[in-house]
């Protein structure tokens, strides 16, 4: 590749954040980019395009392969945490579920200190970032109960195409629906409108005439990719931000040390750099270049630039659970692809070649929920409050979600197969398979009021970082989780239009599942079970400094003048549902401010 004059921006990762804002900034032909990515470029790689096969990405090559610290919360159990390590960084991993936030999620961005990111604010960078496409007949449209599609808030143009997994074929997307109509839960809204409660059929990032996944390559990355002033370096990792003092005594970003083809190279931006390496990365990029908590940074002997404690706390995540049950004969779930019975693969890669159609153009979910707490407030009343002084506004700010009559504390779920959640391996699916073919209905927490961090373990790039999330440090997280357990057992799963799909003596995923009825039971079983969602966020976070903060509202580090974060660390509260859609407006709106600065 012919060489690029200096940069004038240098992106950090080439990922779902990283992307949006390459292909923004890079709108303007006089603007060069330079964006350092430390993953490959998987874009030909079926395991990335096919839909159903992310769980194999899960603990691949195309992961960073971190995990937790042991969590006593969880009985001590080590978590994995897959984070994407290719162009297009989680993007290019996840399963493609596309979730709306809540209106009252992101206004509290705007209360804890950040005026210009209040959810009418945020609107429009949500419906730039996608563009969404109903089936086009009228059948599948009853089949899935989409009547509540809200022309206001939805995306027309953008470069994400967002379709709705569910096909007319799968007789549980209907009865998913029909369960929440008798439960008189069915959605009251479109969930984009930010004020909505209930259950529907969610969307998904596949583009709905090649059946592939749609991600921030395919979307940003590749369109960027073919412009004179944008230069993407995979397998490029930074290993350090250099910073040099103002005459206002702030810290100026004045080059970026990576690591490229086994040389050591110093790239230097005429104006910014850009922080979007993810939750777990941003943080230990910050620290290792001298930029976080003084003592911490000490005693690894790093210089301090900036001393910000902030870095690397106020880590947040979603945890998730089910119970998957054995489904009536003629079914068609994905056990059989997962135990790669030939019959089934060979069927599934016939209907997909030759019709866009069939299991593999299905990935994570179809059919969701958002749903409110049981008796909220009488439950939280019995129990303690913030754990700590500093934890107080969180608390408040959870809790006042929690209590309004939309607020959901967890998002319900169906996968059409089974999870066998005990084992703990490289993903939720396992590896000692049932013969049987299930169907899970599950559910991911929507506001834990639980917070960790992520910091550096060590001045090695290469080394893992600590991330400690301390699932479970506030009670309520498993009060709250262990009623919705119950919930799906004995109201959703018993529903009058989903329980016939169950054989009524049917295959339980554990023995355990056949008894969380009793809270205790359930309460065991979620500790058991509980796993990530992969939903983390919230380790930069933008609020004042005295609170905590990383970035300001312009989403400049603070100390410094030019370096900025655009990616899910900002995210001072995590929003309900999966966050990607999120991670896009964050990123969407990040480029507006850089481009307007």
């Given amino acids: 590749m012919a060489s690029m004059p200096s940069p004038d921006y240098i992106i950090i990762g080439g990922g779902t954040s990283g992307l949006v804002v390459a292909n923004r900034l890079s709108e303007n032909p006089d603007v060069q980019v330079l964006v350092l990515e430390a993953g ?45 390590k290719a162009l297009g960084g989680s993007s290019a991993i996840n399963g493609q579920a596309f979730i709306a936030p809540a209106q009252s999620d992101i206004d509290a961005w705007a209360k804890l200190g950040n005026r210009e990111w209040d959810w009418a604010s945020l609107v429009p960078s949500y419906k730039k970032s996608y563009t969404l496409i109903p089936p086009p007949d009228q059948a599948t449209l009853e089949h899935l109960g989409i009547d509540w599609i809200n022309d206001e808030y939805r995306g027309t143009s953008g470069p994400i195409k967002v379709s709705f997994p569910g096909v007319i074929q799968n007789p549980l997307c209907k009865a998913w629906i029909a369960a929440f109509r008798g439960l008189n839960k069915v959605t009251n809204a479109d969930p984009f409108s930010g004020n909505s409660i209930g259950g529907y059929s969610n969307t998904a990032t596949v583009d709905p005439e090649t059946k592939t996944r749609s991600y921030a390559y395919s979307g940003y990355g590749s369109p960027a990719q073919q412009r004179a002033n944008v230069r993407i370096l995979t397998e490029a990792k930074t290993h350090k931000i250099l910073c040099t003092k103002t005459g206002a005594g702030l810290n100026k970003a004045t080059g970026v040390q990576a690591l490229v083809n086994d040389k050591m190279e110093t790239f230097n931006p005429t104006k910014e750099v850009i922080l979007a390496a993810g939750v777990f990365n941003t943080p230990k990029l910050l620290e290792l270049s001298g930029i976080g908590g003084k003592k911490l940074l000490e005693s690894h002997g790093i210089p301090v630039h900036v001393d910000l404690p902030g870095v690397g706390e106020n880590f947040q995540d979603h945890l998730m659970t089910g119970l998957s049950y ?10 059989p692809l997962m135990r790669q019975e030939p019959e089934a693969l060979a069927l599934a890669q016939k209907l997909y070649v030759e019709h866009k159609a069939g299991p593999f153009t299905i990935g994570g979910m179809q059919s969701h929920a958002f749903m409110p707490t049981p008796d909220a407030t009488e439950l939280l009343n ?6 700590e002084p500093r934890d107080s506004e969180y608390y408040d700010t959870v809790r006042s979600i929690l209590e309004k009559s939309d607020g959901s504390s967890a998002g319900y779920l169906m996968f059409l197969a089974q999870a066998n959640l005990h084992e703990g391996g490289k993903s939720f699916v396992g590896t000692q398979l049932l013969p049987e073919n299930f169907a899970s209905l599950g559910f991911t927490q929507s506001h834990p009021f639980s917070r960790g961090s992520t910091h550096i373990s060590s001045t090695d790039i290469d080394a893992v970082p600590n991330i400690d999330p301390r699932y479970f440090s506030h009670p309520a997280d498993l009060e709250i989780m262990a009623r919705h357990i119950q919930t799906i057992d004995t109201q959703l799963r018993q529903s009058e239009h989903l329980a016939p799909f169950f054989k009524p003596a049917g295959k339980r995923n554990h023995p355990d599942a056949y008894h969380v009825g009793d809270l205790d039971v359930a309460k065991k079983y979620v500790l058991d079970t509980a796993t990530t969602a992969y939903h983390g966020c919230g380790s930069a976070a933008m609020l004042p400094r005295e609170k905590g903060g990383v970035v300001d509202p312009k989403l400049v580090v603070y100390g410094t003048e030019n370096l900025r974060i655009v990616d899910a660390s900002i995210f001072p509260l995590i929003p309900r549902g999966n966050i990607l859609s999120s991670v896009y407006a964050v990123a969407e709106k990040a480029a507006d401010i850089i481009k307007g600065h």
């Fill in 40 to 84: 490959k470029d998987l874009s030909a790689d079926p395991r990335v395009n096919i839909p159903a096969l992310f769980t194999s990405l899960m603990g691949s090559d195309a992961d960073w392969q971190y995990k937790s610290v042991p969590q006593p919360g969880l009985g001590g159990r080590s978590i994995r945490e897959p984070q994407g």
């Fill in 326 to 335: 054995e489904v009536i004969d003629g079914i068609v779930t994905g056990d």
């Fill in 382 to 387: 019995k129990l303690p409050r913030s754990q």
